[in-house]
């Protein structure tokens, strides 16, 4: 089997950055295509389920929020859906980029969805070949809120997870933030636990072995983290049901 890029293009790969205030915490969400990343990064990121998103050509969203009483900012790595044929060798260069330059991966499938449940075991083991053994992975089963079109058994995901070590949350992007909330913060966290003291707090020779692990030149910086986009878009959704209100 083989993994391929659903989207066309996508230009640039994070890099890895300090930022001045303190402590940064980098995620990659990594799935089938239609699973609902993007729905579930924007739900945790902004608390809010907009419905119609963007096909996704890997966005980088990043926000400052409280982690244990710490002012921590995070960054989301949104990557682009990938999907299952013959002869698998690994992920698509983005997303190994993204997986490299990542403190944790969040693998996600959807319940109504049986083929990303079974890309999720060949996922995983890609995504430790690329971020080592020790990549702190979780994983998401989204949209549970949809029961009639449940085609992933409800013990699958757990059992999945058990064999591959990681964490399990039962999610619903669209019907409920606090699911999506406890999933990552609790991830966020385990990292900052694990985490150095901020870059800030320490001479330049002592700066983390990780950054400095995953540190390349050859990966360009990300666009600018586009909060100022997710609320561009959340405007236009809501304008275009107004519009819809209004033209009925
Ligand atoms: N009912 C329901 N719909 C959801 C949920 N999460 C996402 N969706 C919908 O599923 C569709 C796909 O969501 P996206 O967030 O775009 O999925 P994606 O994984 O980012 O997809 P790609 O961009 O193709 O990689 C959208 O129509 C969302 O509104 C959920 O929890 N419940």
């Given at each position: 089997m083989r993994l391929i890029h659903n989207m066309t293009t996508i230009a640039e790969c994070p890099t890895p950055e300090n930022s001045p205030l303190g402590r940064v915490i980098k995620m990659a969400v990594i799935g089938a295509s239609g699973v609902g990343k993007t729905a579930l990064v924007v739900r945790f990121l902004t608390r809010r389920f907009i419905g119609d998103y963007e096909r996704n050509a890997g966005n980088l969203y990043s926000r400052e929020v409280q982690v244990d009483g710490e002012q921590v900012t995070i960054q989301v790595q949104d990557t682009p859906g990938v999907e299952?044929?013959?002869?698998?060798?690994?992920?698509?260069?983005?997303?190994?980029?993204?997986?490299?330059?990542?403190?944790?991966?969040?693998?996600?499938?959807?319940?109504?969805?049986?083929?990303?449940?079974?890309l999720i075991d060949q996922l995983h083991q890609l995504v430790t070949r690329a971020g080592g053994a020790n990549m702190p992975v979780i994983l998401l089963a989204n949209k549970v809120d949809l029961l009639h079109l449940r085609r992933v058994d409800s013990q699958q995901g757990p059992s999945l997870a058990g064999t591959l070590g990681c964490s399990f949350y039962d999610v619903s992007a669209s019907e409920d933030y606090n699911q999506v909330h406890s999933a990552f913060h609790r991830l966020c966290c385990q990292?900052?636990?694990?985490?150095?003291?901020?870059?800030?707090?320490?001479?330049?020779?002592?700066?983390?072995?990780?950054?400095?692990?995953?540190?390349?030149?050859?990966?360009?910086?990300?666009?600018?983290?586009?909060?100022?986009?997710?609320?561009?878009?959340?405007?236009?959704?809501?304008?275009?049901?107004?519009?819809?209100?209004?033209?009925?």
């Open positions: 299952v044929t013959d002869n698998a060798v690994g992920l698509p260069d983005h997303v190994s980029c993204s997986v490299q330059w990542a403190d944790a991966v969040v693998l996600v499938y959807s319940v109504t969805d049986q083929r990303s449940f079974d990292l900052a636990k694990q985490q150095p003291a901020p870059a800030s707090a320490q001479n330049s020779a002592g700066a983390s072995a990780t950054t400095e692990k995953r540190r390349s030149p050859l990966i360009p910086r990300p666009k600018s983290p586009n909060m100022q986009d997710l609320k561009r878009r959340f405007k236009q959704a809501l304008s275009a049901k107004v519009r819809t209100v209004t033209s009925v």
